[in-house]
């Protein structure tokens, strides 16, 4: 084997690495966003991930809203659900994904059919085989999308949540994330099903499945470049891929130069860089994030990269939440700064935040001050017409009378 090119880089190169890699230090939008733009994001974040926790909207209109600005969120939905330019798929959680990357996550599905995959759905698969047939059926004669409720026989939940689910429910998703059904969506965000092979163009169907080892490592460098800078464990999460997998391809592709191998100040790991990837000499970057967003969703790496200590508290008991219910941290230039609680009120007209915590060290007012910023434009985005401050911290009593002297 060659000897490895290695490099070293500063904290703060890191930081506007992993910036830049996303696509946040872009100028935002000026005039009409189109599909071009909405192809751009994917370009810059390889996939997006799907939540249905609305406390401010649906979390990929904050990711695309993080990166352009204002859009109209019916224009991304008609372009994501029904251009044949993107689709659906288990990758990290549930995902949007370009279809150029379809071919490259098939040897996933092909593990799930295997046992790959939560426990309760592989053991439904085999122990209701019938059933699995029955409901495949149904979906490939239907002339439209089927919901679960549709089915012949949709078997009604018992017990909650997850393990409540229909034994309809949970076929649909058994075959969707075995490649045999396809995820549409409406505009309430409800999933229906169609055959996989409608949802995907015939040139992307009928492209030979790629070696596993190849596939993966696909996806290993696709995560390098959007990462920007990572680990082992960053690049193995970004796709949901295990860290083994991606440990065994490293040799490889570290021979060929298609990854570098980069010693990071302040790092415990070995970090690991994508060739085409640059360092800015500057940030300039604004926005809220998404607590799914793919720059913070791996929180031990924004913990290292960032000194973000970063947790999503919906499942928290509220009396024991430190920060809020729906936390999202506000990225200013490089660093991220500090962490909004929000809440919608669509029936008010009201973007209500409910708490604002800031950063140790960050300089007060110029933070608040572009914090009110955004929030306005946010609110703009969202179609609502106010801005309220609940909380009366120090940073909150300053961004009301932010907001108020701008109104």
């Not at 949802?199 to 995560?223: H, T």
């Not at 031990?300 to 936390?327: A, C, H, T």
């Amino acid at each position: 084997m060659k000897s490895e090119t290695h490099f070293e880089i500063d904290a703060l190169s890191a930081k506007r690495i992993a910036v830049a890699a996303q696509g946040l230090n872009r100028p935002r939008v000026e005039g009409k966003v189109t599909q071009r733009h909405f192809r751009r994001v994917f370009e810059d974040i390889g996939l997006v991930q799907l939540d249905s926790v609305q406390a401010v909207c649906r979390s990929h209109y904050l990711v695309f809203f993080s990166r352009l600005g204002n859009y109209e969120r019916s224009k991304l939905d008609d372009w994501v659900w029904h251009s044949g330019e993107i689709f659906e798929s288990w990758a990290h959680e549930a995902s949007i994904l370009p279809v150029e990357t379809e071919p490259f996550v098939r040897w996933k599905k092909t593990r799930a059919r295997k046992g790959e995959t939560w426990k309760g759905l592989f053991e439904l698969a085999n122990s209701q085989s019938e059933y699995v047939r029955d409901v495949m059926n149904q979906v490939l004669l239907a002339s439209s999308p089927v919901k679960a409720s549709e089915l012949n026989e949709p078997r009604n939940r018992s017990g909650s949540w997850w393990s409540g689910r229909s034994d309809g429910q949970k076929t649909l998703d058994w075959l969707f994330r075995i490649g045999e059904l396809a995820v549409k969506r409406d505009k309430n965000f409800s999933r229906s099903y169609v055959p996989f092979r409608l949802a995907i163009p015939s040139e992307i169907s009928n492209f030979p499945d790629p070696i596993e080892r190849d596939a993966i490592n696909e996806l290993i460098l696709l995560s390098a470049r959007c990462n920007g800078i990572s680990t082992v464990s960053d690049i193995a999460d970004y796709f949901r891929i295990k860290t083994s997998l991606v440990r065994d391809s490293l040799p490889s592709l570290l021979e060929q130069k298609k990854l570098l191998s980069v010693t990071v100040e302040g790092w415990n790991e070995n970090a690991y860089l994508h060739p085409s990837v640059s360092t800015p000499k500057r940030i300039e970057a604004r926005a809220l994030l998404s607590p799914f967003d793919s720059l913070v969703w791996r929180r031990p790496r924004i913990e290292r990269i960032f000194n973000f200590k970063y947790r999503l508290e919906i499942y928290v008991p509220k009396e024991k939440r430190k920060y809020g219910y729906y936390v999202l941290p506000f990225l200013l230039n490089e660093n991220l700064v500090a962490r909004v609680d929000l809440k919608t009120f669509r029936s008010e007209g009201k973007l209500l935040i409910r708490g604002v915590h800031l950063e140790k060290g960050v300089e007060e007012e110029t933070v608040v001050s572009e914090l009110a910023e955004e929030l306005k434009k946010l609110s703009d985005f969202l179609g609502l017409s106010r801005v309220s401050v609940a909380s009366r911290n120090k940073p909150s009593m300053l961004l009301r009378s932010f907001l108020n002297s701008a109104s």
